[in-house]
């Protein structure tokens, strides 16, 4: 990766982390401050998400690019994510490099997940 590359993405993530701090509320949150990276596949938004499982369940295959949005849903970055075994693309998705960790689809109620995304 190019030290150009590199800047762009340390710059983009201090972005995004500066947003998490702020006390502006989030359009996914009712409480100040709660800021999470977001990830949006064509018209679907997703969001990191701690409660799904650290480790990922096997993938399937990759996607088309996403784009990472910051607080203000403007993009920071794009990642490849990719479809996980057992889990519907309209419930979530992985990104194993870059801005790795599960992402949710906006909506989806934890108590909906399939058992390969709960602890």
Known sequence: MSPARVSLRSVACLLVLAGCGSTTTTPSSDEP????????????????????????????????????????????????PVQMRGV????????VEGWPGIYVAEGVAPSTWPDRLRR
């Open 88 to 95: 519907p693309v309209s419930v979530a998705v992985a990104v």
């Open 33 to 80: 401050g709660d800021c999470t990276a977001k990830l949006r596949i064509g018209d679907t938004t997703y969001a990191f998400h701690e409660d799904a499982v650290t480790s990922h369940p096997a993938p399937v295959k990759p996607l088309a690019a996403g784009e990472i949005l910051d607080c203000d849903g403007k993009v920071v970055d794009t990642a490849t």
